[in-house]
């Protein structure tokens, strides 16, 4: 069974920080997916970022960068110089490679809050 | 670009009443997920729709149906209300594969904020 923890539920830093976020996922596919979405106070769900099981390589865009390490099932998020306007609850999220069975699941959410 | 639009995006209802949810998905794409949001929870996967036809379904009670439609719009019927009902309500949309074969990310929409009351 495909299953998604994110042990942190809430973390407080303060503007300037960086902050990682954890992801730790589960899965008997070996092709899959994962995923990081951000919901602000307004409530949409922003899609951040894919990474599939076949590419580790990290990512950085801008402030922000992903670590992808099969080996320990992570996929963990990181903001440099945190801002106030990244303060939301941030997803991350497994998708099982093809067919039907491609749903999104999604882990409990870290909420984020950046003090000025 | 167009992006995934739901209605209404508010509502109120009283117990044992009906709703339907509207979802317009983007353009081309060929499949249509609903999740429902407790408040402070995480989404939960209803039912997804791939080119019409039902492909997967997950925690929808037997009280809610969907279905999509040929211009690819789905519909959410929820009936005999319940309390617990209360929550946030997304429509996603995709184009399972891309031009490398490879699953790509789901769109959502603003979501429907249901009070059941």
């Known amino acids: 069974a495909q299953k998604v923890t994110q042990a942190q539920t809430e973390i407080s830093v303060v503007e300037k920080e960086d902050v990682t976020l954890d992801c730790v996922y589960e899965?008997?596919?070996?092709?899959?997916?994962l995923f990081w979405y951000k919901q602000p106070p307004s409530g949409e769900l922003v899609f951040l970022i894919r990474?599939?099981?076949?590419?580790?390589q990290n990512e950085i865009s801008g402030r922000y960068s992903w670590n992808f390490q099969k080996s320990t099932s992570s996929f963990n998020f990181t903001i440099t110089a945190s801002q106030v306007v990244d303060s939301a609850v941030y997803f991350c999220?497994?998708?099982?490679?093809?067919?039907?069975?491609?749903?999104?699941?999604f882990g409990t959410g870290t909420l984020l809050a950046v003090q000025p | 670009a167009a992006g995934v639009i739901q209605s209404p995006r508010h509502l109120i209802k009283e117990k044992r009443e009906t709703a339907t949810l509207k979802c317009y998905p983007i353009?081309?794409?060929?499949?249509v997920y609903w999740y429902q949001q407790g408040p402070g929870q995480d989404p939960q996967f209803l039912i997804s729709?791939?080119?019409?036809?039902?492909?997967d379904k997950g925690s929808i009670p037997d009280r809610f149906s969907a279905q999509q439609f040929s211009d690819y719009h789905s519909e959410l019927n929820m009936s005999s209300l319940e309390l617990g009902d209360s929550a946030l309500y997304f429509c996603?949309?995709?184009?399972?594969?891309?031009?490398?074969?490879?699953?790509?990310?789901?769109?959502f929409g603003q979501g429907t904020r249901l009070t059941v009351v």
């Open positions: 996603a949309s995709r184009n399972v594969l891309d031009r490398h074969n490879t699953l790509t990310e789901a769109f």
């Open positions: 899965t008997r596919d070996t092709t899959y997916y």
């Open positions: 990474r599939n099981s076949f590419d580790e």
């Open positions: 999220a497994l998708s099982e490679g093809g067919g039907a069975t491609n749903k999104l699941i």
């Open positions: 353009p081309r794409h060929d499949t």
């Open positions: 729709f791939y080119e019409k036809m039902q492909s």
